[in-house]
């Protein structure tokens, strides 16, 4: 959420921020919201002092003898005790529709982030790794003669379209995958493995920025609770309406869960195999930092995120997505992108952002400065480390054999028995 003193500070500031992004303008009617709000509270604090005044005149009229006057004051204090309740009123809802407005406002992008429609506007920063060569033509994941535990069908049959059952050895490649990447962001990058719910209430998916705009994006239980789409809703949400001492900061925490997503507005788009599923699982990343600390913070974990791929063996590609491709309440992002054979591209793997204090800002997550002062907002930062089923993918895909068998990275043989291929009969041997 923004800051009301920016805007009004230097509302063409924030205007043209916006209109990168392809919104606005907005800030003359945001000020308009904001003006009446103010102008509200000024007249009930206006009317307030005035019924005071007049209250403490009510008993000297009244000992003088002056019935006139008392009844003149006392109707005036009933007046006004009737007019501060209106305009109290109206700075309310004031307030609310201000309230509003800025939640529905993306976040400002910083001012290196490139400028561009959408993703064929994002700009490579490196690559890492060299695509493999194959003596034959690659297929995809769920053509594997090794991927046959990919059960496409009966995930069907249990839940529909955009779910898969994972058997055999795929699923514990999928298993050794996720604790792969928590023990080395736990032993090695410092984070603090957090196991947390996957239902939350309204105050957690509006902390994020999932809400109020982007309800159609995730799925709501009868009873309110609403599904994480990704763990950086609860791991951020850690801090919602704390004052922490800057000692603590950074934050830095990761979290393997299920995740939630409808897919909104997808529709057509990677239907086959399961590369966009309703529910998947991802390894996520969130650092809680210092906002002079936070750009640093973001390479980072940008690093983090790719060199699992690279102790995987699996040539990438990182991004800095363009302002028609950002996320609503990033203000920079990286993607890095994974090679998939059976495409015959990069897809992405792993988006890390940073966020500024517009997560904070929703949630009131401050710190108290070490040399004194008032609390201040902190900055927030999350991404992915990795997305599993993606991961899943890119190690079929990128391990496949002319045979129908998938080698595996050296990396996961610890964590499936000592074995290092999946056979064409969908075996770990």
């Known amino acids: 959420m923004h800051d009301i003193r920016v805007i009004r500070d230097d509302p063409e500031a924030f205007d043209a921020a916006m209109g990168r992004l392809g919104v606005g303008p907005v800030a003359a009617d945001v000020l308009a919201v904001d003006e009446r709000r103010r102008t509200a509270i000024a007249a009930a604090e206006a009317a307030q002092a005035e019924r005071n005044a007049a209250s403490k005149q009510v008993g000297a009229a009244k000992a003088t003898g ?3 006057e008392f009844e003149r004051l006392r109707g005036l204090v009933a007046t006004k005790k009737d007019e501060i309740a209106r305009l109290e009123d109206e700075a309310r809802a004031a307030d609310a529709a201000l309230r509003d407005m800025l939640l529905r406002l993306p976040n400002a992008p910083l001012g290196d982030v490139p400028d561009g429609a959408d993703e064929n506007d994002n700009v490579e920063i490196r690559r890492w790794g060299e695509p493999p060569s194959f003596g034959f033509k690659p297929k995809e994941h769920y053509e594997l003669a090794a991927a046959q535990g990919l059960d496409f069908e009966t995930a069907a049959k249990l839940s529909g379209a955009r779910f898969v059952v994972l058997q055999g050895a795929v699923a514990r490649v999928h298993r050794a995958l996720a604790q792969f990447m928590l023990d080395v962001h736990t032993t090695e990058n410092g984070l603090t493995e957090t196991n947390t719910p996957v239902l939350v209430r309204d105050e957690a998916m509006l902390g994020t920025g999932q809400l109020p705009k982007f309800a159609e994006d995730s799925y709501q239980t009868t009873n309110g ?6 763990s950086e809703v609860t791991l951020t949400n850690t801090v ?5 001492d800057e000692a603590a900061l950074p934050i830095r925490m990761c979290a393997h869960s299920l995740c939630f997503r409808s897919e909104a507005g997808s529709a057509g788009k990677d239907t086959a195999g399961m590369l966009r599923q309703h529910q998947f699982e991802k390894v996520e990343m969130v650092s809680i930092t210092h906002p002079e600390k936070s750009l640093d913070e973001h390479a980072r974990m940008t690093r983090l995120a790719e060199h699992i791929l690279e102790r995987l063996g699996l040539a990438y ?41 517009f997560q904070a800002r929703r949630m009131n997550a401050r710190f108290r400065p070490e040399g004194g002062g008032k609390p201040e907002f902190v900055h927030t930062l999350n991404g992915s480390g990795l ?3 993606r991961c899943l993918i890119a190690v079929l895909e990128n391990g496949q054999q002319e045979d129908g068998s998938v080698v595996l990275p050296s990396v996961l043989v ?11 009969n969908g075996e770990l041997t």
């Open 317 to 357: 590609r990182t991004v800095v997505l363009c302002t028609g491709d950002m996320g609503f309440g990033a203000r920079k992002t990286h993607d890095i992108e994974v090679w998939l054979p059976g495409q015959d591209k990069y897809r992405e793997i792993s988006s890390v952002s940073v966020c500024g204090d």
């Open 240 to 244: 919602r309406e704390e004052i922490l």
């Open 225 to 230: 609770w609403w599904l994480i789409p990704t």
């Open 414 to 424: 610890p964590y499936v028995g000592g074995t290092t291929r999946i056979t064409a």
């Open 66 to 68: 002056d019935e006139a």
């Open 387 to 389: 997305a599993v089923g």
